[in-house]
């Protein structure tokens, strides 16, 4: 194959020639990917040719789209009827044999394929324990178990594995095979990373470890949640759902034990005349400052559309920010139709943005991930629609942080779900900081002899090397900061109001 060079330029229009680059380097990646293929063996080459046709479709995508993925200037504010609050939905509790109706059309999917790295885990992040010895699959099961149980019906849990996270969870998901509640799993597909400068994967093979099976290496990765459509599809888990009388599923991130079942939205999904059965549901919940970086709805070209701070022109991405102006923010809490999956999937018709992710390997290679997002496909959806939901429906645990304020006494913990006590005066959160000595779970959990009281706590800062005693009460504000080569223990039985507790452990009121 001839190499293009800057002479070309002459013998056309810049346009000719950015077509004709386009062109070789798709043709460069077919070359690869066919190879890739001849070296797996029949063991994994039918399973990876599905992921290519998958990949390839994705990276010729990404070679026509220059610049920002929206035009600003198109931008509106979604029309009201677009987005409905949650309490114009009605409370009133139905029959309970209505419940169980509408329950038997659900499947749950749980996003799975992430790692707990960032917090110092190995394995998948779903086996974090984040409450009386409870993990975020074992919350899950509990609280759709608790749902059957209670009105008689069958929801099955289904999740969505990477292939960094499908063989631990499969070891773990033998302590369930003698409950009741079915539990599907399929697999995300595997991509291969992408050399940025020759746009061509870094992998020579698939590659087999000691035990047979392909070693995928920092050579591949999952591509993102947006994947969930067609690993759906290609597993054949789709047509299972459907023949089992499944219409929805309440997609949702398994680190966010806000996301349960809900049966006001479900009633509102199962409930509508066929013409205008709503495909796509988005949960959205009011921006705070910590969310501005958060995706929003928005209308553009008469379509309602997630807009992410990705796909914000640089000139514009302190407005995306601002709360006054996109108030709202998308929590990935998903209710889809799956024969509109099927349907878009049959017609090649389901449109979502490339994310381009940019990483630097060990040894300093400079690679992209072409990645999808799963809100993304709302506008190819029929009627979809956004629902404006409580906060309490958005509890992810992404740090540390996050993770004391679940094990704390604001939370009580109740078949699998949690609520804010009752005990506490206001329905905020507090606003919790731990500082890098608190990072990894290990070293979190080292730090306290005991979860402080945290009932009548506004704001809590910790920096440094610090612990915390049994029976401690912090309420109000409080900020801890112990020096470079202090240490501060928090005597057990200690209450803190308003104080801030430096490296000398003087302690002042403020």
């Known amino acids: 194959m001839s190499t293009l060079t800057v002479e070309d330029l002459t013998t056309g229009a810049m346009t000719e020639f950015q077509e004709k680059l386009r062109k070789q380097h798709e043709e460069s990646m077919c070359k690869e990917l066919d190879e890739l293929l001849a070296s797996s063996g029949d063991a994994h080459g039918q399973n990876s040719k599905k992921d290519f046709e998958g990949f390839k479709r994705?990276?010729?995508?990404?070679?026509?789209?220059?610049?920002?993925?929206?035009?600003?200037?198109?931008?509106?504010?979604?029309?009201?009827?677009?987005?409905?609050?949650?309490?114009?939905?009605?409370?009133?509790?139905?029959?309970?044999?209505?419940?169980?109706?509408?329950?038997?059309?659900?499947?749950?999917?749980?996003?799975?394929?992430?790692?707990?790295?960032?917090?110092g885990c190995k394995g998948p992040k779903s086996l974090i324990s984040v409450r009386n010895e409870n993990t975020f699959l074992d919350l899950t099961v509990k609280q759709i178990e608790h749902l059957n149980k209670t009105y008689d019906a069958d929801v099955p849990l289904v999740l969505m594995n990477s292939f960094n996270t499908d063989q631990e969870t499969q070891k773990i998901l033998l302590k369930y095979k003698h409950h009741r509640l079915k539990i599907h799993t399929f697999n995300q597909s595997r991509y291969p990373r992408i050399n940025k400068e020759s746009l061509l994967p870094i992998a020579k093979s698939l590659g087999l470890n000691a035990n047979g099976n392909a070693d995928w290496g920092e050579a591949w990765y999952p591509p993102g949640h947006g994947d969930i459509y067609a690993s759906l599809y290609n597993s054949g888990l789709l047509e299972r759902l459907l023949a089992e009388g499944k219409e929805y599923i309440f997609v949702s991130n398994i680190d966010n034990l806000g996301a349960t079942v809900d049966l006001r939205i479900l009633r509102r999904l199962v409930g509508q005349s066929a013409d205008k059965r709503c495909e796509f549901v988005m949960e959205v919940t009011d921006k705070t400052r910590a969310d501005v970086k958060g995706g929003t709805l928005i209308r553009y070209e008469d379509r309602l559309r997630l807009l992410e701070i990705a796909q914000v022109p640089k000139d514009h991405v302190d407005e995306f920010k601002s709360v006054s102006k996109f108030k709202i923010f998308n929590t990935n809490n998903l209710w889809i139709s799956l024969s509109a999956i099927k349907r878009l999937i049959d017609d090649s018709a389901l449109d979502m943005e490339v994310i381009v992710n940019h990483k630097t390997l060990e040894g300093g290679l400079n690679v992209i991930q072409l990645e999808t997002a799963v809100g993304a496909a709302i506008k190819s959806f029929r009627n979809a629609m956004g629902i404006n939901v409580p906060r309490s429906r958005f509890l992810p645990v992404k740090t540390s942080s996050d993770l004391l304020l679940v094990m704390s006494n604001l939370y009580s913990l109740e078949a699998g779900s949690l609520t804010i006590s009752r005990k506490r005066e206001f329905l905020t959160t507090p606003h919790v900081k731990l500082g890098s000595s608190f990072t990894k779970v290990q070293d979190f959990l080292a730090r306290f002899d005991s979860i402080p009281d945290m009932l009548e706590l506004d704001h809590l800062t910790v920096s440094g090397d610090v612990t915390f005693?049994?029976?401690?009460?912090?309420?109000?504000?409080?900020?801890?900061?112990?020096?470079?080569?202090?240490?501060?223990?928090?005597?057990?039985?200690?209450?803190?109001?308003?104080?801030?507790v430096s490296g000398n452990l003087r302690i002042f009121d403020h």
Not at 101 to 116: I, W
Not at 472 to 490: E, F, M
């Open 469 to 500: 005693g049994k029976n401690v009460s912090l309420k109000g504000t409080v900020i801890i900061i112990a020096n470079h080569g202090d240490r501060i223990d928090i005597p057990a039985g200690a209450m803190l109001e308003n104080k801030i």
């Open 58 to 119: 994705l990276f010729q995508r990404f070679l026509q789209v220059k610049g920002p993925a929206v035009d600003w200037a198109k931008i509106s504010r979604p029309p009201e009827d677009a987005i409905v609050s949650y309490e114009s939905m009605g409370a009133e509790e139905p029959p309970a044999k209505d419940v169980a109706s509408c329950l038997n059309k659900l499947a749950v999917v749980k996003l799975n394929g992430g790692l707990g790295t960032s917090m």
